[in-house]
């Protein structure tokens, strides 16, 4: 059973940088097939895909956030992580890493691993 | 890119059934056949139920059923439980390698 794992600061200051980790354990995150994503839950609202690394290291992004996101693969080949610019109150949210599986391999992901979240509130 | 319309809440007493929509356009939910739903009780992750509209994951009871027509998705649940207390997320694939969420649903178990 694949588990993930969030890991980061909670409290970050307008204008600076998020960073946060997944760590993963229980699979391999470097299997074809895998996209591991970033998603975000602001306070009682819904959910916001946020962008996913595919197993050969491409990204995608949420285009509303293009200009401000990077998600990459830490060295440890176990951990990949989010990086997310110039924040502001809005990007205060419970953020969720999760896996975004395959079985037949050519097909689209679903996101069937979560993380628990953390929350990250950004305030002065 | 909007979020995918959702009805804020649904409700229905244990053993009935209740039925959540989810509206896009013919750029999300009516381009593909990637619609999924999640589950999340209060203070937990989501939890997968339905992917590609009708595909059930290994252990989630076919009580849980996905469907969808044009440009809306439906999740039916049947033989509501206090456990399906929880609130609902639909999901769609939008083309260009995004995804897109639902505002989520509040399902109560009278």
């Known amino acids: 059973q694949v588990r993930l794992q969030e890991s980061g600061p909670g409290l970050v200051k307008p204008s600076q940088t998020l960073s946060l980790n997944c760590t993963v354990s229980g699979g391999s995150i470097t299997r074809e097939g895998l996209y591991w994503t970033w998603i975000r839950q602001h306070p009682m609202r819904g959910l916001e895909w946020l962008g996913y690394i595919y197993h050969s290291g491409h990204t995608y992004y949420n285009p509303s956030l293009q200009s401000r996101i990077t998600i990459s693969f830490g060295t440890s080949k176990k951990q990949f992580s989010l990086s997310l610019a110039s924040v502001t109150a809005a990007d205060t949210a419970v953020y969720y890493c999760?896996?975004?599986?395959?079985?037949?391999?050519?097909?689209?992901?679903?996101?069937?691993?979560w993380g628990q979240g953390t929350l990250v509130t950004v305030s002065s | 890119q909007s979020p995918l319309t959702q009805p804020p809440s649904a409700s229905g007493s244990p053993g009935q059934s209740v039925t959540i929509s989810c509206t896009g356009s013919?750029?999300?939910?009516?381009?593909?056949?990637?619609v999924s739903w999640y589950q999340q009780h209060p203070g937990k992750a989501p939890k997968l139920l339905i992917y590609?509209?009708?595909r059930r994951p290994s252990g989630v009871p076919d009580r849980f059923f996905g469907s969808k027509s044009a440009t809306t998705a439906s999740l039916i649940v049947s033989g509501l439980q206090a456990a399906d207390d929880a609130d609902y997320y639909c999901s769609s694939y939008a083309g260009n390698n995004t995804w897109l969420f639902g505002g989520g649903t509040r399902v109560t178990v009278l």
């Open positions: 999760a896996r975004g599986g395959t079985s037949r391999g050519w097909e689209l992901p679903r996101f069937d691993q």
């Open positions: 590609e509209v009708n």
């Open positions: 013919t750029s999300d939910v009516g381009g593909y056949d990637y």
